[in-house]
Nanobody
Framework: QVHVVESGGGLVQPGGSLRLSCAAS????????MAWYRQAPGKERELVARITSGFVTHYADSVKGRFTISRDDAKNTVHLQMNSLKPEDTAVYYC??????????????WGKGTLVDVSA
């Protein structure tokens, strides 16, 4: 069984910072890409940032220069440092991980999400 669990969301004022974390656990052999998505009320889920197994990163234009994605393969974790937050960053943030399991199954797993609320 595999678990992907996010943490670190909360209420923050505009201009503030938050650090999201995501940990994958279970019968994991290796992790390929890891990513953060978000979904605001009434909108579709969108990619925020992605990091490959080779540590190549990709960001949505709306967060470039403000957000930083990183990963720690020793701990099967991915982080999202969010600075200069804006009200339009308010959303539920989801972690996504492409995993290869011990039984050689490969699949994409999602966390249940963590709410980020940017408001005064």
């Amino acid at each position: 069984q595999v678990h992907v669990v996010e943490s670190g969301g909360g209420l923050v004022q505009p201009g503030g910072s938050l650090r999201l974390s995501c940990a994958a656990s279970g019968s994991i052999l290796s992790i390929n890409d890891m990513a953060w998505y978000r979904q605001a009320p009434g909108k579709e889920r969108e990619l925020v940032a992605r990091i490959t197994s080779g540590f190549v990163t990709h960001y949505a234009d709306s967060v470039k220069g403000r957000f930083t994605i990183s990963r720690d393969d020793a701990k099967n974790t991915v982080h999202l440092q969010m600075n200069s937050l804006k009200p339009e960053d308010t959303a539920v943030y989801y972690c996504n991980a492409e995993l290869r399991l011990i039984n050689m199954y490969r699949g994409t797993y999602w966390g249940k999400g963590t709410l980020v609320d940017v408001s005064a």
